[in-house]
């Protein structure tokens, strides 16, 4: 077990929450959580990647839910040589499934609207036609081109601006709004991911996603479909924030999602938005909804 920094807010407030299940959620986020890897197909193919990764006596089993996703038994997967060479991407398994579930095609041209670092970027290159990355802040906006270069994802190209200053008449097919949030999600990863928590700091974030969800959405060609995620457990940041975008475009439709191998959580706040709970496939916790703009008939 590791030793975790949890405010007394937080506690109480999830408790109340997630009732019975509480105690099994809050034991899994105070143990590590285990590594996986996206085979970066820019540069190798699966089955290459494996090969090396075999022949290095490196230990790993397919995740289900997408042919390029895997989990490696490695406390360093940073080390590996076939990292070094941009071949795979070290990414928790949870944080891959936004795309998997967005499923760009070779035809697709995708808005990655909050890209930095850059891992989501990496999944979306080898998926799609061509990339529009975005990101507001300066130095992230430095680490997102240093990804683009190490992974070699000549499809994309990176804007440092704030996405919703784009030219109104834009249009993409797909669109991925992986959204700043209160990082509750990451206390599995780092321990000390909850020091700055609160509920002021949960509204503050909740009050910027909706806004941007919305500008999301008008960017998106009728027909196409934008995933949105957080790695937070607030309905506030959540089923609150697409709840907001269906009451103020009445062409958003939230649709059902399905992973294979993966058990998944629907509530009553808002029907097919998606939870990934911690306990449940052993994962970081993940939110996410998949959702379409209707055609105007
Ligand atoms: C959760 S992180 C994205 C992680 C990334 N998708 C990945 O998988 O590597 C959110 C990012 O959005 C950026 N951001 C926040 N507001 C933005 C805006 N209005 N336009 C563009 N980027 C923004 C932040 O600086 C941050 O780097």
Not at 166 to 183: E, H, Q
Request: charged content about 30%; aromatic content about 10%.
């Amino acid at each position: 077990m590791r030793n975790t920094f949890f405010p007394k807010e937080f506690i109480e407030k999830y408790s109340a929450f997630l009732g019975e299940e509480w105690e099994e959620f809050f034991k899994t986020i105070k143990t590590k959580q285990p590594k996986s890897f996206w085979v970066n197909t820019n540069k190798t193919t699966i089955k290459e990647a494996i090969n090396s990764l075999k022949k290095n006596s490196i230990k790993f089993t397919p995740l289900h839910f997408h042919p390029q996703a895997f989990e490696i038994d490695s406390n360093v997967p940073g080390k590996l040589e076939e990292y070094r060479k941009g071949l795979i991407s070290i990414q928790e398994k949870a944080a891959m499934m936004p795309v998997v579930v967005l499923n760009p095609s070779k035809e697709d041209y995708v808005l990655d609207a909050c890209a930095a670092p850059g891992m989501k970027t990496i999944q979306l290159s080898n998926l799609s036609k061509k990339v529009f990355a975005t990101e507001l802040n300066s130095k992230r906006f430095e680490v997102l081109k240093k990804t683009i270069q190490r992974f070699e994802l000549k499809n994309v190209e990176a804007k440092r601006i704030d996405f919703r200053n784009l030219k109104r008449n834009k249009r993409f097919d797909k669109i991925l709004l992986d959204v700043v949030c209160s990082s509750e999600g990451l206390v599995r990863k780092k321990r000390e991911a909850l020091v700055g928590w609160s509920q002021n700091l949960v509204k503050r974030k909740s009050s910027d996603q909706k806004h941007m969800i919305v500008r999301a959405f008008d960017y998106l060609k009728e027909g196409g479909v934008m995933v949105y995620s957080t790695c937070s457990f607030a309905i506030e940041e959540n089923e609150e924030v697409v709840n907001y975008l269906l009451s103020q475009r009445k062409n958003a439709i939230v649709e059902k999602v399905n992973l294979e191998g993966i058990k998944i959580r629907e509530n009553k706040y808002c029907p097919n938005c998606v939870r990934l709970y911690p306990q449940d496939n052993n994962t970081q916790q993940f939110f996410l909804a998949k959702i379409r703009k209707e055609k105007t008939k």
